[in-house]
Antibody, heavy 123, light 107 residues
């Protein structure tokens, strides 16, 4: 059974930093690109970032480029998102999401989603 | 960037009805479109990918159609658990965009 377990969400002041983690199990982690998607309270879904199977290629939404860094450790089946210079508009639940097919090159839907971790940016 | 516009934003229907949600893309996206269902307080769940391919385990009352710039998600014979929110998503060539969502409510 595929499981994605996020952690690291917290209440942070504007300008602060956080590191989100996602531990994956139930599939061959290194065969799938991975993604972060966020959802502000009461709002829709927003794609945040994607990382290739090896970690050699990363992609970011314009709204987070330069502040967020996605990474992965295939030996530990973990996905991470480092967030700097947090803004109130970054307040959201952050979901760790698996690509729907192996070895996709930016042309895959998403299949499994974690339950998310909540990031709140407020003074 | 490609924009996706869903219509309607809210849809009122009754159990047993057949409903259609539309997703329009700002430019042609071939068939690189998925549909997700989200129940309040839960993570989204994929229903359809590549515009019309039904994800394994999804009931056959859900169907997707369309290509280019206009896509539809049709739910036949609405069940009580279908009164939730639906999102379309474009994915292709390192670009991922979601529609704003359609809430299906009980009339």
């Amino acid at each position: 059974e595929v499981q994605l377990l996020e952690s690291g969400g917290n209440l942070v002041q504007p300008g602060g930093s956080l590191r989100l983690s996602c531990t994956a199990s139930g599939f061959t982690f290194s065969h799938y690109a991975m993604n972060w998607v966020r959802q502000a309270p009461g709002k829709g879904l927003e794609w945040v970032s994607t990382i290739s199977t090896t970690g050699g290629s990363t992609y970011y939404a314009d709204s987070v480029k330069g502040r967020f860094t996605i990474s992965r450790d295939n030996s530990r089946n973990t996905l991470s998102l480092s967030i700097n210079n947090l803004r109130p508009e970054d307040t959201a639940r952050y979901y760790c999401v698996k690509d729907g097919l192996r070895y996709c090159s930016g042309d895959c839907h998403f299949d499994y989603w974690g339950q998310g971790t909540l990031v709140t940016v407020s003074s | 960037d490609i924009q996706l516009t869903q219509s309607p934003s809210t849809l009122s229907a009754s159990v047993g009805d057949t409903v259609t949600i539309t997703c329009r893309a700002s430019q042609s996206i071939s068939n690189w479109l998925a549909w997700y269902q989200q129940t309040p307080g839960k993570a989204p769940k994929v229903l359809v990918y590549k515009a019309s391919a039904l994800e394994s385990g999804v009931p056959s009352r859900f169907s997707g159609s369309g290509s280019g710039t206009e896509f539809n998600l049709t739910i036949s014979s609405l069940q009580p658990e279908d009164f939730v929110t639906y999102y379309c998503q474009h994915y292709y060539s390192y670009s991922w965009t979601f529609g704003q969502g359609t809430r299906v409510e009980i009339k």
